[in-house]
């Protein structure tokens, strides 16, 4: 069984400030590890993933991830938030043994950017 | 998110109603999903489909059905509505791209079981 976990349920930042969303991930065995961002009222939109190589992806919006896997993790982060940052973010993840490209997805976690 | 469209967008329905949300694509994909969300729970998959005719089970599949006649629809039912199921229900699409291809979302459907 696979699984992520986000452990903030909200994240306060001020504008120009580096923002981080942390996210940890269980599988069984190579994870696929995706992030994706929800703006109010709207449907979810991919901002980056990690299949293989290079540790740190970079991807819309300026946002990059880290593959960790020692810590099993893959925090999402940004050098210097925009107020039009806050939005509601998750992070999800592929086992390469699950049928169907099906993705796990954590609880989220909101970011509120403060002018 | 151009290429996924739900409807309805929005729909109040009383305990035992049954409905049916549609979800449309226009980008010839293989695999569909139908996912629901709930405050702090994330996205739970509640069916998904491989291919035009056949379907399986998610991790929620308790209570709906679901139908790939046509490959670019995949609609979801609902027998008998109950309160459990007030929720906002997310469609999403992949290529067949074994394993590393990100989802498509539609903008979803509000559903609300009296």
């Known amino acids: 069984a696979q699984s992520v976990a986000q452990p903030e349920d909200q994240v306060n930042v001020a504008e120009g400030n580096p923002l981080t969303v942390k996210c940890t991930y269980s599988?069984?065995?190579?994870?696929?590890l995706f992030w994706y961002v929800q703006y109010p009222n709207r449907g979810l939109q991919f901002l980056l993933k990690y299949i293989t190589g290079d540790n740190l992806v970079k991807g819309s919006y300026g946002f990059e991830a880290e593959f960790n896997k020692s810590q099993t993790s893959f925090h999402l982060k940004k050098p210097s938030a925009l107020v039009s940052d806050s939005a509601l973010y998750f992070c999800a993840v592929r086992d390469i043994q699950a049928a169907g490209n099906k993705l796990t997805f954590g609880g989220g976690t909101r970011v509120l950017v403060k002018p | 998110n151009a290429g996924v469209t739900q409807t309805p967008k929005f729909r109040v329905l009383k305990t035992g109603q049954s409905m049916t949300l549609l979800c449309a694509q226009d980008?010839?994909?293989?695999?569909m999903y139908w996912y629901r969300q709930d405050p702090g729970m994330g996205l739970r998959l509640i069916h998904y489909?491989?291919?035009?005719?056949?379907?399986a089970k998610g991790e929620v599949p308790d209570g709906y059905n679901v139908s790939r006649l046509k490959k670019q629809n995949f609609l979801l039912g609902l027998e008998s509505a109950a309160p459990s199921q007030t929720s906002v229900y997310f469609c999403a699409i992949s290529v067949k791209r074994e394993y590393t291809g990100e989802l498509f979302f539609g903008e979803g459907s509000r559903l609300t079981v009296l």
């Open positions: 980008m010839n994909h293989e695999y």
């Open positions: 489909s491989v291919g035009e005719g056949t379907t």
């Open positions: 599988v069984s065995g190579n994870p696929y």
